[in-house]
């Protein structure tokens, strides 16, 4: 027998069939993990042994868990410190690279090619520039006489080394500012010039909050991104400390680089604290919606957009 | 002069304060954009430059810029001590399935997103769009013991088989491109009797190369550089990534730095000649859809 649909059925058939491939991903890989996770967050959990309802247990012992809090707070670090100078970083770079100047195509590749470096490598080429003894940044601060610190090995200095690694590497960020920066109109420059505005108020006055869309984007990616940073920390930190045995001390120098997704793959895979990990993650997803929505919310005090 | 001669040329009257103010102007961006510019740069002459140095080069006090002599064997002992080529084989593998995969899935949802209409699409499309918002930690937890049940630890299953299911960023930029596609023409393929697919196939997908450039070239250079995967499903040397690979020699030889550097300017060069072939696409792909 043929069924015969209606073109509008016909039309609904043919929508979920080439949804087809999304319906099943988001079932199995997401839908069907994340009621999952959620359980096991509540159990007592480890691959060899079968799950154990311990309520609330994994979510107490966490808040009890000092370095749990000392991730909370190395990660914060990063959010509150480090995006904010990534962003201011990656802003003053796209006016540079906006001006009218020859050659413009070329600093542009400078800029932006180590943006594409595989986080590894660039992990590995900043540990070596970042040598105590013979690497470039302390033998530079050699010259003019200054006895530079010890970078990646110092606990103080540790995180402000990944930010100037991160600042490096920034320069997505600064192609998306770049795209803004031509989004806004030269009239409102030239008017201003008829006023006498300098460089600086015209930044200032017209750049910047011409811009504000785009810095809400980037913020809101680089706070979800600084959140779920691992690779380059654990680079840095797993070659900076070995103990031992020979084990990568995760974290080191001194904890100053544990951060909470490196604290939640330890509790993972390290200690088999599965259970543990799946609190951290489902706090990681609170966490992330909460500072988003701050951010969003406050936003509209700062962002401007044109009215069409 | 050039100068008088240009002014004479364009018969305009340039007043010499406008022009010397010109001039600094352009010496001043040049001097900023020239010294942050040293920041980018220097880092990578300082890779191939310690790249290239001896074992006892290498800590010298003040170091050599320009390694004399210039040791290239580092190059032989990166790709030899370490199986190189294996773990490139490896990566590329990986790679060409999840570029595959995305490809197919994402575009076949990415029409029935923007071509086809169906009640409760939009709505759909939001969750697609919303499911961005979700940590990867927390699906991975319960997807790691799911793959470990059913023996997959240790094979490039777990980071395949995911592509082929689509994937939010690439699903909304193919959509939004397919949005930009003519109605009329896929009206007319219709009322010449042409089904759906022969629509995707005809006409959306020839006039979406580079929209479909943009998923491959960026799928590619995720998974190529992507660290955490492989870390949490391969275990055997023999199955690693040149991540894991790369990782793994610093492990065992953190004193070669010079061909552990090495392994580095191998690992990173071809991205750098996919970047400057696709440049372009790069650059756009970041800049109208904000994908790091």
Not at chain 1, 265 to 290: D, E, P, T, V
Request: glycine share 6%; charged share 10%; aromatic share 16%.
């Amino acid at each position: 027998m043929k069924l015969r649909l209606s073109r509008r059925g016909h039309e609904t058939l043919m929508g979920i069939l080439f949804l087809t491939p999304w319906i099943l991903g988001f079932l199995t890989f997401q839908l069907f993990p994340i009621v999952q996770s959620f359980y096991i967050s509540f159990t007592n959990f480890s691959l060899v042994r079968a799950p154990r309802w311990i309520g609330f247990f994994n979510y107490a012992q966490l808040l009890k868990d000092t370095n749990f809090w000392l991730a909370i707070k190395n990660t914060l670090y990063m959010t509150i410190v480090g995006t904010p100078i990534q962003l201011l970083f990656a802003f003053v770079c796209a006016l540079l690279l906006n001006q009218k100047l020859k050659g413009q195509s070329f600093f542009r590749t400078i800029y932006i090619l180590p943006s594409i470096m595989p986080s590894i490598a660039a992990a590995l080429l900043w540990l070596w520039i970042f040598n105590p003894q013979v690497g470039l940044v302390n033998t530079l601060l050699g010259y003019i006489g200054i006895d530079g610190p010890t970078w990646f090995l110092d606990p103080i200095w540790s995180k402000p080394s990944l930010i100037i690694m991160l600042c490096w590497m920034s320069g997505s960020i600064t192609i998306i500012y770049l795209a803004g920066l031509q989004g806004v109109p030269v009239e409102l420059y030239e008017a201003a010039e008829i006023e006498g505005a300098n460089w600086l108020q015209k930044i200032i006055y017209i750049t910047v909050p011409m811009v504000s869309p785009v810095t809400l984007f980037n913020l809101i990616t680089g706070l979800i991104y600084s959140f779920q940073m691992f690779t380059e920390p654990y680079m840095v930190s797993a070659s900076v400390g070995v103990s031992g045995s020979g084990v990568p001390e995760l974290g080191s120098p001194q904890g100053s680089m544990l951060f909470y997704s490196i604290y939640l793959f330890q509790n993972m895979f390290a200690f088999n604290r599965i259970g543990k990990a799946a609190a951290m993650a489902w706090i990681l997803f609170i966490l992330i919606l909460i500072v988003t929505l701050i951010t969003l919310r406050t936003s509209r005090r700062w962002t401007h957009y044109e009215i069409r | 002069m050039v100068l008088k001669g240009l002014t004479d040329k364009a018969t305009i009257r340039v007043s010499s304060p406008v022009l010397l103010r010109r001039f600094f102007r352009a010496l001043l961006g040049y001097g900023a954009i020239g010294v942050i510019g040293l920041f980018f740069f220097i880092p990578w002459f300082w890779l191939v430059s310690s790249s290239l140095k001896t074992a006892d080069r290498m800590f010298d006090l003040p170091p050599q810029w320009i390694p004399n002599p210039a040791q290239w064997s580092n190059y032989v002992t990166a790709v030899t001590t370490l199986p190189f080529f294996l773990y490139l084989k490896n990566s590329l593998v990986i790679c060409s399935l999840v570029v595959i995969g995305r490809l197919i899935s994402c575009s076949l949802v990415a029409y029935s997103f923007s071509q086809i209409r169906w009640p409760g699409r939009d709505q759909v499309f939001i969750l697609v769009l919303a499911t961005m918002m979700l940590p990867f930690q927390v699906t991975m937890i319960p997807l790691y013991v799911t793959f470990s049940r059913l023996n997959l630890i240790d094979t490039i299953v777990p980071l395949v088989l995911p592509a082929f299911f689509g994937n939010a960023f690439f699903i909304f930029l193919l959509r939004q491109f397919f949005l930009t596609i003519p109605h009329e023409l896929t009206e007319a393929a219709m009322l010449d009797g042409a089904t759906h697919f022969d629509i995707f196939t005809r006409i959306i997908l020839p006039l979406s190369k580079p929209a479909l450039a943009t998923v491959a070239l960026f799928s590619f250079l995720w998974t190529f550089t992507e660290y955490l995967g492989p870390l949490i499903y391969l275990i055997h040397e023999q199955n690693w990534t040149l991540t894991l690979g790369l990782r793994g020699y610093l492990g065992q030889h953190t004193a070669m730095w010079s061909s552990l550097l090495a392994a580095s300017v191998l690992f990173t060069l071809p991205i750098i000649i996919l970047f400057f072939f696709m440049q372009k696409t790069f650059i756009e792909g970041i800049a109208t859809t904000g994908l790091r």
